[in-house]
């Protein structure tokens, strides 16, 4: 009869190493599902947006057009963006907007991309930890070998 293992075993087996990999693993997980709950149908939402934000302002409706996103897109990051830029639509030359809404798009920007360093962190770390695993690894099945007698040419 075959000896079977069963998945806890073979993480058992795999002495300090598995654990550190089964953890980085699942915050991997977790951080990517956090990133496309976060993201998902952004894109759809914000066009939309930008469509009647783009009409209300055509007509001169600056302040209808704060009062939609405040009712309907303040969580969105195009809406932060408009919501900061609105109130100096009348008192800001055009160039100086352009420069306004940059920066706010890199805020907005980076606050989407939050924890996606931590991805980078288990994706470079990671292959050391299993590096480790092996050596540990090879290390053991000598000194069994050892232990056993079975060494040699």
């Given amino acids: 009869m075959m000896d079977t293992e069963t998945l806890l075993d073979l993480i058992q087996q795999g002495y300090y190493a598995t654990y550190p990999l089964l953890a980085c693993s699942i915050i991997a997980l977790a951080v990517a599902a956090d990133r496309i709950w976060a993201l998902r149908g952004l894109d759809q939402k914000m066009m939309d947006l930008a ?27 195009l809406g932060q963006i408009y919501l900061n830029l609105l109130p100096r639509v009348g008192d800001t030359r055009v160039e100086d907007l352009l420069v306004l809404a940059d920066g706010f798009r890199m805020e907005q920007a980076q606050a989407l991309r ?14 050391f930890i299993g590096l480790f695993g092996t050596v540990v690894g090879i290390m053991r099945a000598f000194h069994q070998m050892a232990i056993a007698g079975t060494g040699g040419f």
Avoid: C, F, K, Y
């Fill in 51 to 77: 469509r009647q934000i783009g009409v209300m302002l055509q007509h001169g409706d600056t302040e209808g057009a704060a009062a939609l996103i405040r009712r309907d897109a303040g969580d969105l990051p």
């Fill in 114 to 127: 939050r924890n996606i360093w931590i991805l980078g962190t288990i994706g470079s770390s990671a292959p």
